[in-house]
């Protein structure tokens, strides 16, 4: 038996998906593709790889077989793969960088910092509250407020992100009460992403009535409360550099964050990766204050 590797690869995809739809759509191949060759590669093999269900396909015992050491082959791959990135020019090249929204936000108002004497790198910045497979080179670098459990990854600690409480300049409590507050407009997150951070404190406050206004992300949130819509807990280094907010009170202590630098430790040494990390370290170290949400002058006190 000769199986082609592209065909192991479809093969692979369709046992981690378990349908057509969804290995096509991982793959970025056509529905019919996979199809075609997952009946080649069992053609191949001379073994029924799959029972087809209504619903779903299930590897059959000889499809088991055939995934341990198909996995084996994967992780060769992406080895062979991460590592074939120390063999070219190391200094030129891309920086895929992957964090949750606001972070995002918060390391793209710094590129000019984070390019400074790296011309000849170019960086990609991605926002998403996925987590990037760094062993599949789906991003160099991952910044994230938790550290998952993942071998090969090498972690950093960046520092600690506080929230606090914002309101467009038209619509401030009287005071800081929280009798006052619990009566003024809210804006949130859907239950979707109710783990974002200041969530809990906001429904705590709310004697658990959810906000009348729901998003799915940190930017969306922040522009809904700078249209006046209502009150929202965001990251300080977001709310406190936008000039069409105003804070109330200091941050938040139950909701400070830790953001995490991560990267695989193949690719940990290569110089464009060190690099892009040496200048995050930097800046988070630089712009420590911003980032903790240390009170600026003027902005009232939390009431007791």
């Known amino acids: 038996m000769a199986a082609d590797w592209s065909d192991l690869r479809i093969f ?3 046992a ?3 349908s057509l739809t969804a290995a096509a759509r991982r793959l970025e191949v056509s529905h019919p593709t996979v199809a075609r060759r997952i009946r080649a ?3 191949a093999i001379g073994a029924r790889l799959f029972d087809r269900l209504p619903d779903r396909f299930v590897l059959t015992s000889a499809g088991e ?3 341990t050491d198909v996995k084996a082959m994967d992780r060769a791959a992406e080895s062979i793969h991460r590592r074939a990135a120390g063999l070219t020019d190391t200094v030129h090249g891309t920086v895929r960088l992957s964090a949750g929204e606001a972070m995002a936000d918060f390391v793209a108002r710094h590129l000019p910092r984070i390019r400074h004497g790296r011309k000849c790198v170019e960086i990609e910045l991605v926002a998403s509250h996925q987590l990037a497979n760094l062993s599949r080179r789906e991003a160099d670098l991952l ?6 459990d993942l071998a090969g990854i090498v972690t950093r600690k960046l520092g600690r992100t506080a929230h606090a ?4 300049p038209g619509l401030p409590p009287a005071d800081l009460a929280p009798e006052t507050l619990r009566a003024m407009p809210w804006v949130g997150f859907d239950e979707e992403h109710g783990y974002m951070a200041g969530q809990r404190w906001m429904l705590n406050l709310l004697d658990g009535v959810r906000p009348a206004v729901r998003v799915n992300n940190w930017l969306l949130l922040r522009e809904a409360a700078r249209s006046g819509t209502g009150l929202a807990v965001l990251p300080c280094h977001m709310g406190d550099a936008d000039p069409g907010l105003r804070r109330l009170g200091p941050p938040i202590e139950e909701a400070t964050t830790e953001q995490w630098l991560l990267v695989h430790r193949d690719l940990r040494v290569l110089p ?5 990390m040496d200048a995050l370290v930097a800046l988070f170290q630089s712009e420590r204050a911003t980032i903790e949400g240390r009170t600026p002058v003027g902005l009232p006190s939390a009431a007791e």
Do not use: F
């Open 12 to 14: 692979l995809a369709l």
């Open 16 to 18: 981690r998906e378990g």
């Open 41 to 43: 590669l069992e053609a």
């Open 65 to 67: 077989e055939l995934l």
């Open 143 to 148: 910044i994230r407020e938790d550290v998952p």
């Open 165 to 168: 409480v914002y309101a467009a």
């Open 272 to 276: 464009r990766i060190r690099g892009v």
